[in-house]
């Protein structure tokens, strides 16, 4: 089988865009990396199609003009990492083989983890804002609301280093945060047990 058959049917735009690290939100849009986008205007499923610059195309476009690479060595690239094999000569890997995990897929996904229980936890506290709101100038501060008062803009500029910071930038938050953020995500699991936050 060539390497487009190969990928075609089996990996989507949303997979390949995934897998090298775009970031995707729970209604499939992201920031689209082919213009300079703040405010994820990409559409990323099986294909992708992005409604500020109209780049648009299959999983072998989008990774032909991320890498800047021929399509042909974008599916030949898809075929690697995704372990599928296909016919040229140079390259079959065991059938079914899983690609091992590089230190920057690691990375990757561990900082994809940390988004996610942050907004998740930015959520919470937003609520808590507003529900646990003194009622009168009198009334005692619920722990909840003094927690959202000094959380909030914290862990707003925390999601915006992540969303927009150089790797560096990420690096460090991860260095720094990380320990924190599995304590935020074992806590919000206590305060409400029944959302394990895959609210996708
Ligand atoms: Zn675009």
């Known amino acids: 089988m060539c390497p487009f058959d190969a990928i075609r049917g089996n990996v989507t735009s949303r997979q390949a ?43 072998i476009d989008f990774v ?20 599928i094999a296909y016919d040229t000569g140079h ?11 590089t230190d920057a897929q690691i990375f990757k996904e561990f900082e994809y983890y940390c988004y996610r229980v942050l907004s998740r936890y930015l ?3 937003r609520q808590w804002e507003r529900e ?20 909030i803009s914290h862990i707003e500029y925390l999601l915006d280093t992540l969303m927009y910071g150089d790797i560096s930038d990420r690096a460090s938050l991860i260095t720094d945060y990380g320990k924190k ?4 995500e074992r806590r ?8 394990n936050g895959d609210d996708n």
């Open 17 to 59: 865009a995934e897998y090298y690290g775009l970031k995707i939100g729970r209604n499939g849009m992201a920031c689209c990396p082919f213009h300079n986008d703040r405010h994820p205007s990409m559409k990323v499923d099986n294909r992708f199609h992005c409604f500020g610059c109209g780049a648009d195309g299959d999983a």
């Open 64 to 83: 032909a003009r991320y890498f800047n690479l021929s399509l042909k060595d974008a599916a030949i690239k898809l075929c690697t990492d995704f372990g």
């Open 91 to 101: 390259y079959v890997p065991p059938a079914r083989a899983k690609p091992a995990k």
């Open 123 to 125: 959520r919470v506290l």
């Open 132 to 151: 646990y709101e003194p009622r009168d100038a009198d009334a005692e501060w619920h722990p909840y609301f003094c927690e959202a008062l000094k959380e």
């Open 181 to 184: 953020v599995k304590q935020v």
């Open 188 to 195: 919000l699991k206590l305060i409400n047990p029944g959302n």
